[in-house]
């Protein structure tokens, strides 16, 4: 299980970013969009998961993290956005974003239901599978471990982006390293 959840991870985190970056034209902010919209989905779902966990110690505790990390890591990225690239307006980036067209379909119309389907197979394969619920109460742990990296990764890289220039490609490959990485993390020590 463990190898196919990293792959499975890699390729929904990972693999549509930089399908996007390579064929798509893809900047930063895009990419960082599709992050935000894919932990925003993972966010909604959050609680049908800790509920189907009858004995999770702390819930709400990691529910409020859980919300909480999210509203976070938007903040910090758009904060970077914003100083990264001055130019550039995120409201219209946010529209483009949606509306950017390949093969005369809108992203949005394409990414958004996708990214929402993602998130009921995974709930549904995990009951499918028999996942233990001990398992899936470690797994959750150990993403939001992940959430609290990222943020001190969001920090840094904010204050890095006040002090100095950065060039975006050199953004987008940070952006793609932690993507990459954080799966490793979240199975490590998983059966």
């Known amino acids: 299980m463990k190898k196919i959840e990293i ?29 935000l919209f894919d932990l925003l989905f993972r966010t909604l779902f959050l609680k049908k998961r800790v509920s189907s966990l009858p004995d999770f110690s702390l819930r709400n505790k990691f ?7 999210p509203f976070i890591e938007f903040v910090l990225i758009h904060c970077i956005v914003v100083v990264s ?18 093969l005369g379909i809108q992203q949005g119309v394409v990414l958004i239901p996708l990214l929402l389907l993602n998130e009921i ?47 975006e490609s050199i953004l987008i490959t940070a952006f793609f ?5 954080q799966p490793f993390v979240v199975f490590r020590n998983m059966n």
């Open 7 to 35: 792959i499975s991870a890699l390729l929904g985190d990972v693999a549509i970013p930089l399908v996007g970056f390579l064929f798509w034209d893809w900047g930063f902010y895009f990419i960082a969009l599709f992050f």
């Open 63 to 69: 529910l409020f993290k859980g919300f909480l990390y």
């Open 85 to 102: 690239f001055s130019s550039l307006s995120i409201g219209d980036a946010f529209i483009d974003f949606l509306t950017y067209e390949d």
């Open 177 to 181: 390293i932690v993507l990459t990485v």
């Open 121 to 167: 197979m995974k709930i549904r394969n995990e009951k499918k599978m028999g996942v233990p619920a001990s398992v899936r109460a470690q797994l959750l742990l150990n993403n939001q471990k992940v959430q609290l990296y990222r943020i001190v990764f969001w920090v840094i890289l904010y204050l890095l982006v006040l002090f100095l220039t950065i060039d």
